[in-house]
């Protein structure tokens, strides 16, 4: 069993920045590929980047890409997702989630999920 916390939602203007944190917590963090997806209004729940077992690789959603960073810290049982140049439409609730495959983009691969994060972005 793996418990995700996030925190680090808000509230930011257009071209702010946020960083978002997941606090995991129960078995080694480092047994997971670790994701963020986001859930705005009425529309379904997004890939948004993932992060493997170790850091090595990275990859994104085409709208994020450039824009977003994911990184873990094993020791730390945390990972991040820094946001830079944050547009209204990013607005959402992101949710950190941890699998056992190499490099899940699909949420049904995901085995946990945390309780997610309002990002607000205004225009």
């Known amino acids: 069993q793996v418990q995700l916390i996030e925190s680090g939602g808000g509230l930011v203007q257009a071209g702010g920045s946020l960083r978002l944190s997941c606090a995991a917590s129960g078995r080694t963090l480092s047994n997971y590929a670790m994701g963020w997806f986001r859930q705005a209004p009425g529309k379904e729940r997004d890939f948004v980047a993932v992060?493997?077992?170790?850091?090595?690789?990275?990859w994104y959603a085409d709208s994020v890409k450039g824009r977003f960073t994911i990184s873990r810290d094993n020791a730390k049982n945390t990972v991040w997702l820094q946001m830079n140049s944050l547009k209204p439409e990013d607005t959402a609730v992101y949710y950190c989630?941890?699998?056992?495959?190499?490099?899940?983009?699909?949420?049904?691969?995901?085995?946990?999920w945390g309780q997610g994060t309002q990002v607000t972005v205004s225009s």
């Open positions: 992060i493997t077992r170790y850091g090595a690789n990275t």
């Open positions: 989630a941890a699998s056992e495959a190499y490099r899940p983009t699909g949420g049904a691969e995901y085995d946990y």
